[in-house]
């Protein structure tokens, strides 16, 4: 397996999985042999349960998306105005309360069901502007998995 590390302006150690190995973020400064890294690294191999699977689903079209898009905003209810899709690099998507939609270009290389999800996310949160109960109660109706979905998110560091 691949372990790439990056050097960020950050405080601590993360390991993130990526389709092609693992990514160790670490601050600027930090020996990526040093005792402290390795030990992190062997940690974070023990913990994590492999990535997903590189085929678990065909990516979409930005048409496709935009066909996602319009399908669950009948199904919830909610007013889309505008879809854009365009390169984010921290965030998977927003909403505003106008009713546009941004998603970020790299769900275009994600499976099928992670584009859904970051969809359905921020679909909701036209009607519930946080992460509280109503929120989480609402995407466990819509996306009774949508927490391995969430979790499996977190393997594809890469927005940009």
Do not use: C
Not at 56 to 78: C, D, N, Y
Not at 130 to 143: A, E, N, T
């Amino acid at each position: 397996m691949q372990i790439t590390i990056r050097h960020q302006t950050r405080k601590t150690l993360a390991f993130q999985w990526t389709p092609n190995g693992a990514v160790v973020l670490a601050p600027h400064g930090v020996d990526p042999d040093s005792a402290v890294v390795q030990q992190f690294v062997a940690d974070a191999l023990a913990k994590l349960p492999p990535p997903p699977s590189t085929n678990a689903g065909a990516a979409l079209t930005v048409e496709e998306i935009k066909q996602l898009v319009a399908e669950w905003s009948v199904r919830l209810q909610v007013n889309v105005n505008r879809v854009q899709i365009r390169a984010m690099r921290n965030k998977w998507g927003s909403v505003s309360t106008a009713g546009t939609l941004t998603l970020a270009a790299a769900l275009l290389a994600l499976p099928v069901p992670l584009v859904e999800y970051v969809v359905v996310h921020e679909l909701l949160h036209l009607k519930f502007p946080d992460h509280r109960k109503g929120w989480q109660v609402s995407m466990g109706i819509y996306l009774p998995d949508w927490r391995t979905r969430s979790e499996q998110l977190t393997y594809y560091p890469d927005r940009s």
